[in-house]
């Protein structure tokens, strides 16, 4: 008799949660050092990737793996290097998006799982811990809040949009993230910056935000809720371009509930110089 296969979005999303446990369980007793300038790494980030990698490549051993934490044993390129996404089918892995308002007690972060093949997204979770929400999707399914649908919704303007804003680890006065923001400020209802670009996307999806883009970001922190906000209705386009596609290993975007606000939003960032 043959094994039936196990369910890609089933194991995805049990690993987000499992890589939640684990984060909850490091609480009060990790240290953290820095890889980068103003950019954390903790135990738990360390722990969770090593439980969401045992739980997924058991499920399926013959897959790839993309985890933010890399080693050196991986020969996984750095971030911003072509192929640092991986190739082939493979698991896009943030064991610890919000690292920051981890380590200081702010309660935003999260897991985040997709599973690839090539640019194609197919299944994706982001688990929040403290909430205890998990967000998933596949490819054509549609997305969902702990089991019930969710629909981004049908904000046009921009002056009625809740908006996210991602600025890098490190930025100056005068740096192009700044002026993205100055340019988007004036014409949207609010703006936010939660520290959690896989939260942000998954906020994008279920309605608490309605806009969000980054000029810089790593696959890892994107890739899940890439496919969360598509399936959700949402609409997503390339930075600094209102069509054309969204590739892993350069995932510069902007996202809103509907096309008429991403439109607008790319208008702004016209004028704060994107390129």
Request: include cysteine.
């Amino acid at each position: 008799m043959t094994a039936t296969a196990p369910d890609p979005l089933a194991v995805c999303e049990a690993a987000a949660r499992a890589g939640g446990r684990v984060l909850g369980e490091w609480l009060g007793r990790f240290s953290a050092t820095q890889k980068g300038p103003r950019d954390l790494v903790t135990d738990a980030d360390y722990a969770s990737q090593r439980e969401i990698r045992r739980i997924v490549l058991e499920a399926f051993p013959t897959h790839g793996f993309v985890g933010e934490e890399a080693d050196a044993a991986t020969g996984q390129p750095p971030p911003g290097s072509p192929g640092h996404s991986g190739a082939g089918t493979r698991w896009i892995v943030d064991p610890l998006d919000g690292t920051t308002n981890y380590v200081h007690g702010f309660p935003a972060y999260c897991t985040s799982i997709a599973l690839a093949d090539g640019d194609d997204l197919l299944v994706a979770a982001i688990h929040d811990p403290l909430r205890d929400e998990c967000f998933t999707a596949r490819r054509g399914g549609g997305a969902f809040l702990d089991g019930r649908p969710i629909r981004s919704p049908r904000v046009t303007a921009a002056v009625e949009a809740v908006a996210a804003v991602s600025f890098p680890p490190r930025v100056t006065a005068d740096a192009p993230a700044v002026a993205d923001f100055l340019a988007v400020l004036p014409h949207v209802h609010a703006v936010r910056r939660t520290g959690s670009t896989a939260l942000n996307l998954a906020y994008l999806a279920c309605g608490r935000l309605h806009a969000f883009w980054a000029r810089r970001i790593a696959c890892w922190d994107v890739a899940a809720g890439f496919l969360i906000a598509r399936e959700s209705g949402a609409a997503l386009g390339p930075f600094a371009s209102t069509s054309g596609t969204i590739p892993l290993d350069d995932p510069a975007f902007a996202a809103a509930s509907t096309p008429e606000l991403l439109a607008e939003i790319h208008g702004f960032l016209r004028m704060g110089g994107a390129r």
